[in-house]
């Protein structure tokens, strides 16, 4: 037999009603100006550090990588940063030059990664 529990059901309720009152508190991000990206070329083991202001391209090897934007969390908050990327590789031929175009979070690289041959793109943070 299962005992009803009117306490359990006013927290849950409250909580709810905080979720609702502010949703987006929580997941607040700050734009910045700029990226800073860790490439890695796969062949030579070589890691290098870009930076690319927002709407500015930066060129490594055979890649452009262009910064569409670029948002960070607030000093109050756990440390991430996500920007918005476009990749192209000048080897590809010339109408599937695009490599990458999407999301990157620094805290997870897993999650949306540049899925290349000789290149190895992550997000550091954003300034």
């Known amino acids: 037999m299962r005992a009803f529990r009117p306490g359990l059901r006013l927290v849950a309720l409250s909580v709810l009603a905080a979720a609702a009152a502010d949703p987006a508190a929580a997941q607040d991000w700050v734009p910045r100006q700029g990226a800073e990206l860790q490439v890695l ?13 927002v709407g500015q391209a930066a060129r490594y090897g055979t890649l452009t990588i262009t910064v569409r934007a670029c948002n960070a969390r607030p000093p109050d908050e756990v440390p991430d940063a996500a920007a918005f ?6 080897r590809r031929a010339a109408g599937s030059q695009q490599v990458f175009r999407g999301w990157m979070f620094a805290n997870a690289p897993g ?17």
Do not use: F, N, Q, W
């Open 41 to 53: 070329d796969k062949v030579t083991a070589r890691i290098s550090v870009l930076r690319a202001g």
């Open 85 to 90: 990327l476009e990749m192209t590789d000048s």
């Open 111 to 127: 999650v949306s990664m540049l899925e290349h041959p000789v290149y190895d793109v992550r997000v550091l943070d954003c300034r």
